[in-house]
């Protein structure tokens, strides 16, 4: 731990600890990382110490690490299959629809018929969480029907 440390005691080591034990994701570590930088720019301003460290953090390693990330588990075929022998059902249509069409839940329910072009088989999502994710989103024949309904 740092907060029972003199700052000037502080080394690399103990920086790269803090890192390493943490368990963030890289964003938060580019965060962190900055952080530190101030510390050690007011700390050289004003003769608190003379070597700043944070430089020297590796954070790299943690480029590709996202601790909060969920694993998805997808649906099997037998399960997909299951799925289609209740296809009458408004749930299950449901269901079926956002299987074959990739999109977020919140983007399929805020769906307006405005949208949605079935001639052409395809809607548009206008609100989505990322600004990537504003698209055309082609239908599949095999649930074309579902829209229509």
Same mark, same amino acid.
């Given at each position: 731990?740092?907060?029972?440390?003199?700052?000037?005691?502080?080394?690399?080591?103990? #920086?790269?600890?803090?890192?390493?034990?943490?368990?963030?994701?890289?964003?938060?570590?580019?965060?962190?990382?900055?952080?530190?930088?101030?510390?050690?720019?007011?700390?050289?301003?004003?003769? @608190?110490?003379?070597?700043?460290?944070?430089?020297?953090?590796?954070?790299?390693?943690?480029?590709?690490?996202?601790?909060?990330?969920?694993?998805?588990?997808?649906?099997?075929? +037998?399960?997909?299959?299951?799925?289609? !022998?209740?296809?009458?059902?408004?749930?299950?249509?449901?269901?079926?629809? #956002?299987?074959?069409?990739?999109?977020?839940?919140? !983007?399929?329910?805020?769906?307006?018929?405005?949208?949605?072009?079935?001639? +052409?088989?395809?809607?548009?999502? @206008?609100?989505?969480?990322? !600004?990537?994710?504003?698209?055309?989103?082609?239908?599949?024949?095999?649930?074309?029907?579902?829209?229509?309904?």
């Amino acid at each position: 731990m740092l907060y029972d440390r003199i700052f000037k005691d502080i080394r690399l080591a103990d #920086l790269q600890h803090v890192v390493d034990t943490c368990g963030k994701n890289y964003p938060t570590l580019k965060k962190l990382k900055g952080l530190f930088n101030q510390l050690y720019e007011y700390a050289i301003k004003n003769d @608190i110490c003379n070597k700043d460290y944070s430089e020297y953090v590796d954070i790299q390693r943690y480029k590709d690490r996202n601790p909060d990330k969920r694993d998805h588990n997808k649906f099997t075929r +037998e399960e997909v299959d299951r799925l289609w !022998e209740f296809k009458d059902q408004t749930y299950y249509q449901i269901v079926l629809m #956002l299987i074959y069409n990739g999109c977020r839940i919140s !983007e399929f329910l805020d769906l307006k018929k405005e949208n949605i072009n079935l001639e +052409e088989q395809y809607f548009d999502v @206008i609100s989505s969480k990322t !600004e990537n994710g504003i698209r055309r989103v082609p239908i599949a024949d095999k649930v074309l029907p579902m829209y229509k309904a």
